[in-house]
């Protein structure tokens, strides 16, 4: 099993920009691909990017050109940076594996962006 731990979330405006990390426990960790998740409200969750153990990355179009998804394996941490935010990318943002665990959800993190 892969423990989860999202934090960076928050509060910004349109235009503004958040890190998301997620801390990860395992050794899974190293050779796993790491995904980006988000749920909207009254909205099924969805991927938003991914990353290889080796580097290779997906962007879901909403998100691309705006959001960096990327890993440190010495810290067990995958990051999302996101800019230019809009209101639509409103949601609990959460990491997991790619694809996802069923058993390793975590909290999550709250990004709203509103003026």
């Known amino acids: 099993q892969v423990q989860l731990v999202e934090s960076g979330g928050g509060l910004v405006q349109p235009g503004g920009s958040l890190r998301l990390s997620c801390a990860a426990s395992g050794s899974i960790f190293r050779v796993a691909s790491m995904g980006w998740y988000r749920q909207a409200p009254g909205k099924q969750r969805e991927l938003v990017a991914s990353?290889?153990?080796?580097?290779?990355?997906y962007y879901a179009d909403s998100v691309k050109g705006r959001f960096t998804i990327s890993r440190d394996n010495a810290k067990n941490t995958v990051y999302l940076q996101m800019n230019s935010l809009k209101p639509e990318d409103t949601a609990v943002y959460y990491c997991?594996?790619?694809?996802?665990?069923?058993?390793?959800w975590g909290q999550g993190t709250q990004v709203t962006v509103s003026s």
């Open positions: 990353i290889t153990s080796g580097g290779s990355i």
């Open positions: 997991n594996t790619y694809p996802a665990r069923a058993d390793s």
